[in-house]
């Protein structure tokens, strides 16, 4: 079965430019995620969605970032514009609430690096 | 708020026990994991504990959960090269236990 599945793996921009990260949660699953990893902060949780439904978004660091889910078989973080202290590796993870409901299924990550 | 507190690093020679210890703050986590990521890879669910179990034994992993401390340990027995790989601790952020909190992660270096 396919896993979590992350575009672009890796994106190099310039500073003010738009990036767009997606992901194509496992079929059936009904949770979405989206982390950041740095050195500095390690693993960030900035939204995660529910049936396609954002449920806490406040882990998103400024309005320069946005996410969406308009299907449940795709999501899109969004930063614009973007800027070097944005640099990391950006995670999607999905999960179907079972035993254990915390099981979450990541994706191979989106590494970003805005000069 | 919530927040998971783990070592940084740890350095251990092949055929060694391992321990990897984190302490948590939400109490009222049903549930507390244990993840694991290797290089250049998302993280995966390596185990997990039901917060009324002390310990949980699965083959050469051991987790012992301290309710009253907050504190949670991985043991790995007879530590393999293969074990080289970032560990982390996870406590619910939500009432569901879908979203989870996870500290900064352990580095764990097995020399041969």
């Known amino acids: 079965d396919a896993g979590v599945i992350q575009s672009p793996r890796h994106e190099v921009t310039e500073m003010g430019q738009e990036v767009t990260l997606r992901c194509k949660p496992i079929?059936?699953?009904?949770?979405l995620f989206w982390y950041r990893q740095t050195m500095m902060r390690g693993l960030e949780l900035l939204i995660y969605f529910n049936n396609n439904v954002p449920i806490d978004d406040s882990g998103m660091p400024e309005d320069r970032f946005s996410a969406k889910m308009p299907n449940a078989s795709f999501s899109t973080l969004k930063i614009q514009p973007s800027e070097p202290r944005d640099s990391a590796v950006y995670f999607c993870?999905?999960?179907?609430?079972?035993?254990?409901?915390?099981?979450?299924?990541f994706g191979e990550g989106s590494r970003l690096t805005v000069l | 708020g919530e927040d998971v507190e783990q070592s940084l690093f740890l350095s251990v020679r092949e055929g060694d026990s391992s321990v990897i210890n984190c302490t948590y703050t939400d109490s009222s986590s049903t549930y507390l994991y244990w993840y694991k990521q290797e290089p250049g890879a998302g993280l995966q669910l390596l185990t997990y504990?039901?917060?009324?179990?002390d310990m949980k034994q699965d083959q050469r992993l051991t987790v012992l959960l301290n309710k009253k401390d907050k504190h949670l340990s991985l043991r790995i027995a007879d530590t393999q090269t293969g074990d080289s790989a970032i560990y982390f601790c996870?406590?619910?952020?939500?009432?569901?236990?879908?979203?989870?909190?996870f500290g900064k992660g352990t580095t764990l270096s097995v020399s041969s």
């Open positions: 993870a999905s999960s179907l609430a079972g035993i254990p409901p915390g099981e979450l299924f």
């Open positions: 996870a406590e619910t952020l939500n009432q569901a236990g879908t979203a989870l909190i």
């Open positions: 504990i039901f917060s009324n179990m």
């Open positions: 079929s059936g699953h009904n949770s």
